[in-house]
């Protein structure tokens, strides 16, 4: 499956439909999943294996059986440990403007005036039954499927709400939130330039920092060097154009920064453990 879109600006799902479901396994090509951000929210859980999550700058290690909630806005991560998990992004909009009774609920979430809990664990078992038919419905879609999902969508949030499952009156340190933007700021840098052969004094200067305290600053926050950031964010676009497209090796090598095709099969080969070539007959 390679559903590997995620600009902050596009339609998930549809308009009258906005969940957009992701099943992701070792051989997808956003398998790790990159320190990202979109507005709207996300619900992951995990099947198999281990995912250890990073929300702004905290992390923990999601086991099978866990939910994880991100809300919007937040940067998030995932680096998996033989791992299938699937998430669902959604639009928290669609339950604000479509029942008039549960807007006033709706409204707290996305006026970040509560903050719903991030992990869920099997001890949860409400939360967890609720959610797991809420993804059961959307991977197998029966007849009927988008019911279910509304329907536990909204029983989801009456849990979080009966239960007191949140956390309110949450503040960030003036810090914090400065590094956190700073972050946003580059990443969204990088994904409009990637394919242009960027270097480090460009990077650090679209956040007004020397190219050494940026880069103690981008590994402090991501635990990833700037380059290979870069590099990996280059990877996943060339995974996808050369799933869906014809084009050559080496025109999708160029079209993605890399202005030499041995480091581009070199570098391929380094996150995906395969040649391109490979990986396109695959």
Not at 79 to 98: A, E, H, M, R
């Amino acid at each position: 499956m390679h559903d590997l879109d995620r600009n902050e600006d596009r339609l998930r799902g549809t308009y009258d439909f906005p969940f957009e479901f992701h099943h992701i396994e070792s051989n997808h090509p956003r398998y790790v999943m990159s320190y990202h951000w979109h507005v709207e929210y996300e619900i992951i859980r995990i099947l198999t294996g281990s995912l250890t999550v990073t929300l702004d700058e905290k992390s923990f290690i999601a086991m099978p059986g866990d939910i994880i909630f991100v809300h919007s806005g937040i940067l998030h991560s995932g680096i998996p440990d033989d791992c299938v998990y699937q998430c669902i992004v959604f639009d928290g909009n669609f339950f604000l403007k479509s029942n008039p009774a549960c807007a006033g609920y709706m409204q707290k979430i996305l006026h970040q005036e509560i903050l719903i809990y991030h992990h869920f664990s099997p001890k949860y078992p409400d939360i967890c039954d609720a959610v797991n038919s809420l993804f059961d419905a959307l991977w197998k879609k029966p007849v009927g499927y988008e019911m279910t999902v509304i329907g536990q969508f909204y029983h989801f949030f009456g849990l979080v709400f009966g239960n007191h499952y949140y956390l309110e009156s949450v503040t960030r340190t003036r810090r914090d939130y400065k590094r956190i933007l700073q972050l946003k700021q580059v990443l969204d840098f990088i994904e409009h330039n990637y394919a242009s052969p960027l270097t480090l004094p460009q990077l650090s200067a679209s956040v007004s920092m020397s190219p050494k305290y940026f880069c103690r600053f981008f590994s402090e926050m991501t635990h990833q060097t700037p380059m290979d950031y870069l590099n990996h964010q280059r990877i996943e676009h060339a995974c996808y154009q050369l799933s869906t497209t014809d084009d050559s090796i080496t025109e999708i090598a160029y079209r993605n920064g890399f202005n030499d095709l041995s480091y581009f099969i070199r570098t391929f080969k380094k996150y995906k453990g395969i040649t391109p070539g490979k990986y396109k007959k695959a």
